[in-house]
């Protein structure tokens, strides 16, 4: 993933590009590059952050376009870092996505000199050659993007030209209309600073963005597209104080599980209202649910089937997006295939739910992100309602995820009449309790705090737990590794003695999941495995024996079958506490980006 920005309009664009251009950085850092227009083009670019990119201060531009990268054809480097120019230098280009078919349209261009090692380039020459036949900016632009294969959105600027042509086609650009001048980004982020009132450009629009508005056409048509407020600040995309963004987010828990169940649940009446538009009688006939997710959204997937399972008591698959096929057995008319992304961007899981809908199965999406691409291929989408989460590692989105499931298995439980009103009651009065719960142990964060400094030398880190446990073993484990890059592995506590307890040493912490709905006791036999063979246990449990049996506890409250996602909330500050402690690049974790748009 790469992050597009733009400006247009009487403040000072080289300013709006760089502060643009840092909010957007937590979709890749690898190289950064900005085009100022102002009669002539000048662009200015290299690999690493917008802070290496010596821009001048001097330049008084009428508007320009800038990127920051994630390396996808080519490695980062000054040359690869866009913008790109086309041969006379006067055409300037950024792009997010890939050109599945740039080595054929490259050998079209035969006397253009390349630069790059980039699939973007071939845009600016073939662009360059429509102008060469006279065109406009505009026509040149529409008849170009007919002919690229992939996924991609672009901003174009010519020396010529006083607008900035945009074109969107299973990538994010958002367009922001300001007081003085209009914006571009990926996503809203880039410019929330200065306007919160936004047009989502969808697959197919090319639009021309001037200072005082925007045309958009789709396949020639002049469309219109709303203008929307967004709910959410500046002040929300800040770190707010925090060292990190990572940490903001982990203490922004409370909140955004209060938004995901906001309004949704009546605890009372054991109800659930999450405005899904599918019928309920089509809901009611289903009897498969197919999970398809990558990396944190996956383990959200694993906690969320015992949900299901449970209080809905439909049958659920749970499979890593890049893994998911079709088989035979699959019958489309009872299956509903679930895409859980938090960015609704990541490839794989598009790729997903893409052979679902050509199976004919009904889908629906769980993301945090409006107007994302999974919104628009799918029959019905649930918002997490998390707000926007800056630094890569997934933390409140996680929760919120698990949170919104949980809604869903009991709207689904309820249609399905597969769960009472008073179980559903039940229930929902616990979910009602998490916030509460989860700000308990943001509370304790001095004592978390304590046990990382104390293990966090470990050689390696077990995370072990049973059933809803299981998922937050393993997403520990990828919270730990992912930042702090010690090794670090979740397993089922039970599988422990069928082969990794032979990795068991006095130089591996592990941490065990002893909360309900993860049969504790038995995971206690577990623990004394783990001892005998010298390792250090820290108890995340909201059973008395904890104490008695392992090295250290965290308390977790006692809240039912929600008590470990709680604890993975602990957990998601040990991981930061021990990569802080170690010095990480916490929020943008080294060959990682917060959306994966390649397969
Ligand atoms: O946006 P998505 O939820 O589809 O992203 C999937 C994974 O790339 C993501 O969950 C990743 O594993 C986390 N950022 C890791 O913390």
Redesign the pocket.
């Known amino acids: 993933m790469c992050g597009i920005t733009g400006y247009i309009g009487g403040s000072d664009s080289t300013a709006v590009l760089k502060s643009s251009l840092k909010n957007l950085e937590y979709r890749g850092y690898d190289s950064a590059g900005i085009a100022l227009v102002d009669d002539t083009v000048e662009v200015y670019k290299r690999q690493g952050t917008i802070d290496d990119v010596a821009v001048p201060t001097d330049c008084d531009p009428s508007h320009g376009i800038g990127h920051t990268r994630w390396s996808t054809h080519g490695e980062p480097s000054d040359d690869n870092a866009h913008p790109h120019t086309d041969c006379t230098g006067e055409l300037a280009v950024v792009h997010n996505g890939i050109i599945g078919n740039f080595h054929e349209l490259k050998a079209e261009l035969g006397g253009h000199v390349f630069t790059s090692d980039t699939d973007t380039e071939v845009i600016p020459h073939l662009i360059e050659e429509e102008l060469e036949r006279g065109r406009d900016l505009y026509p040149a632009v529409s008849d170009v993007i007919n002919r690229l294969e992939g996924s991609f959105a672009i901003a174009v600027t010519h020396a010529d030209c006083d607008a900035v042509v945009l074109a969107r086609q299973d990538s994010p650009l958002v367009i922001g209309h300001g007081d003085d001048g209009m914006f571009i980004g990926s996503d809203v982020t880039a410019f929330v600073e200065y306007t919160r009132q936004v047009t989502y450009l969808e697959d197919g629009d090319v639009a021309a963005l001037t200072p005082d508005g925007v045309t958009i056409t789709n396949d020639g048509t002049v469309v219109n597209r709303p203008i929307t407020q967004v709910t959410w600040d500046a002040a929300a995309a800040g770190k707010s104080g925090h060292d990190h963004y990572m940490h903001k987010e982990i203490h922004e828990q409370p909140h955004a599980l209060r938004q995901s169940l906001s309004g949704r649940l009546d605890e009372l009446a054991g109800e659930v209202d999450l405005d899904i538009d599918i019928d309920q009688e089509v809901l009611a006939d289903i009897d498969r649910i197919q999970l398809v ?7 959200a997937g694993l906690f969320a089937k015992r949900l299901f399972e449970t209080l809905a008591n439909v049958s659920v698959t749970v499979t890593r ?1 890049s893994e998911y096929h079709v088989t035979g057995a699959d019958d489309p008319a009872s299956t509903l295939a679930l ?8 490839a ?2 598009l790729s997903a739910i893409r052979e679902a809908v050509s199976m004919g199965a009904r889908t629906m999406a769980v ?3 409006v107007g994302s691409t999974v919104t628009r291929e799918v029959d019905d989408t649930i918002f997490i309602q998390a707000g926007p989460e800056i630094g ?4 409140k ?2 929760v919120s ?1 698990v949170a919104t499931l949980a809604l869903f298995s009991v709207y689904l439980g309820r249609t399905r009449n597969a769960i009472s009103r008073n179980d559903a009651a039940t229930f929902l009065s616990n979910l009602r309790e998490l916030p509460g719960a989860v700000q308990e142990i943001l509370d304790a964060e001095g004592e978390i705090e304590r046990l990382a400094a104390a293990y966090g030398d470990g050689e390696s880190f077990f995370f072990i737990g049973r059933h809803l446990g299981y998922p937050v073993a393993l997403e520990s484990a ?2 730990l590794k ?1 930042i702090s890059y010690d090794h670090a592995e979740g397993f089922a506590a039970g599988e422990l003695k069928h082969g990794p307890l032979a990795l068991v040493t006095p130089e591996t912490p592990v941490i065990a999941l002893l909360t309900e709905g993860t049969e504790p006791q038995k995971t206690l036999n577990n623990v004394k495995e783990v001892e005998s063979r010298g390792a250090s246990v820290i108890g995340m449990a909201s059973i008395e024996e904890s104490t008695a049996f392992c090295d250290e506890t965290v308390d977790i409250p006692d809240i039912g079958r929600m008590e470990s996602l709680v604890a993975n909330v602990a957990l998601q500050l040990f991981a930061y506490h021990i990569a802080k402690n170690k010095d990480r690049n916490i929020d943008k974790p080294r060959n ?1 980006a ?3 748009t390649v397969e």
Request: glycine share 6%; with cysteine.
């Open positions: 997710a990558c990396g944190t959204s996956y383990h997006a895409a859980i992304t938090q960015s609704g961007e990541t794989d899981t993301t945090n992100t890569v590692a997934a933390t989105t996680f995820q990828l919270k992912e990682l917060k959306s994966v």
